[in-house]
């Protein structure tokens, strides 16, 4: 990251799959002012727990949709150019997130099990011949960002990033507990491929509610007193939505976005280099969300991309660009 660059990203999920979704999508999102797209959650073929139907380990999945198996493409094949055709507009970088919420998620405890299974290697495995036809398939895409929530080996999670660094790709962090784990990583990672961590995207909402990125430096500087956190952390909210679980709204209309990020401005703000949100996906359906269920506490603006993406330049310091 430069250090004079501002970044405003979104997580996107399915409307970022291809077919007449992405096509309407990619003109609105190139011209909101979005300069970074993180796609989630990709997830990685396990045995434990079972799941129906099986999966083969270290296979490649976008959500539930499988993308690459044993080392063939099997998606949609227009979906690589249509991902490229997204970097445009203000859209300048594209990203792929492994991982999710515990519970539901098991890819780096599926990462340790193939890991240590194969005499502590990812060498002729499934899940690296995967991934190395992932990066030429998409070579639009290329950070890695780690939102391991689900296991905290630090053994077999620097060796991950290790073998995708090799492969051509940098590498973002996303943290919202454990500390000790993402900064341990940071460590070693740096000391084998310098600089190849190129930030952190902190979780600042949900499991992450209580999270500062200032207080998140301070633990990168306790493990490394040397390492530049200028810029190195993107604070972050959720969008406003209809939780169909519990029945309710939750999540920021953007004025409330924009109060909740104030918050980390000025006191050590010099750590903040962006912000992103959960998720775009949200936004693109404010509308029909708020007609099934009325009382979302948001004006119109609630499914303006525009309108939060001004509320994410509201933690922008004067010296970014």
């Known amino acids: 990251m430069s250090p004079n660059t501002f970044t405003i990203a979104a997580f996107a999920q399915g409307i970022t799959y291809p077919g007449s979704k992405l096509d309407a999508a990619t003109p609105i999102i190139q011209q909101s002012g979005w300069n970074t797209i993180i796609f989630g959650l990709f997830?990685?073929?396990?045995?434990?727990?079972?799941?129906?139907?099986?999966?083969?380990?270290?296979?490649?999945?976008?959500?539930?949709?499988?993308?690459?198996?044993?080392?063939?493409?099997?998606?949609?094949?227009?979906?690589?150019?249509?991902?490229?055709?997204?970097?445009?507009?203000?859209?300048?970088?594209?990203?792929?997130?492994?991982?999710?919420?515990?519970?539901?998620?098991?890819?780096?405890?599926?990462?340790?099990?193939?890991?240590?299974?194969?005499?502590?290697?990812?060498?002729?495995?499934?899940?690296?011949?995967?991934?190395?036809?992932?990066?030429?398939?998409?070579?639009?895409?290329?950070?890695?960002?780690?939102?391991?929530?689900?296991?905290?080996?630090?053994?077999?999670f620097v060796a991950f990033c290790q073998m995708l660094i090799g492969m051509g790709f940098t590498i973002t962090f996303c943290p919202f507990e454990e500390d000790d784990f993402w900064t341990g990583s940071l460590v070693q990672l740096e000391r084998s491929n310098p600089g190849a961590v190129v930030w952190w995207n902190l979780q600042c909402y949900a499991g992450g509610g209580s999270n500062d990125p200032e207080t998140w430096a301070g633990y990168i500087q306790t493990a490394l007193p040397k390492f530049n956190t200028d810029r190195y952390i993107l604070a972050s909210d959720w969008t406003r939505f209809w939780d169909t679980n519990q029945q309710l709204w939750d999540g920021h209309c953007p004025p409330d976005m924009q109060s909740s990020l104030a918050q980390f401005k000025g006191d050590g703000d010099s750590c903040i280099g962006g912000a992103f949100i959960w998720t775009i996906d949200q936004i693109f359906i404010f509308a029909n969300s708020s007609k099934q269920h009325p009382g979302s506490g948001c004006d119109s603006s609630g499914g303006s991309q525009t309108a939060y993406v001004n509320a994410m330049l509201g933690l922008k310091p004067s010296d970014s660009v």
């Open 43 to 156: 997830h990685i073929g396990r045995i434990k727990p079972p799941t129906n139907p099986p999966q083969i380990v270290g296979d490649i999945y976008f959500n539930d949709t499988l993308i690459i198996s044993q080392g063939k493409y099997v998606a949609d094949p227009s979906w690589p150019g249509a991902i490229s055709k997204l970097k445009g507009g203000s859209v300048t970088t594209l990203l792929a997130s492994f991982g999710g919420a515990k519970g539901w998620v098991y890819d780096f405890t599926t990462i340790q099990a193939i890991y240590e299974s194969n005499h502590n290697s990812f060498d002729k495995t499934n899940l690296k011949r995967n991934l190395q036809l992932f990066h030429d398939m998409f070579p639009a895409i290329t950070t890695i960002d780690m939102d391991n929530e689900d296991n905290y080996d630090v053994r077999s």
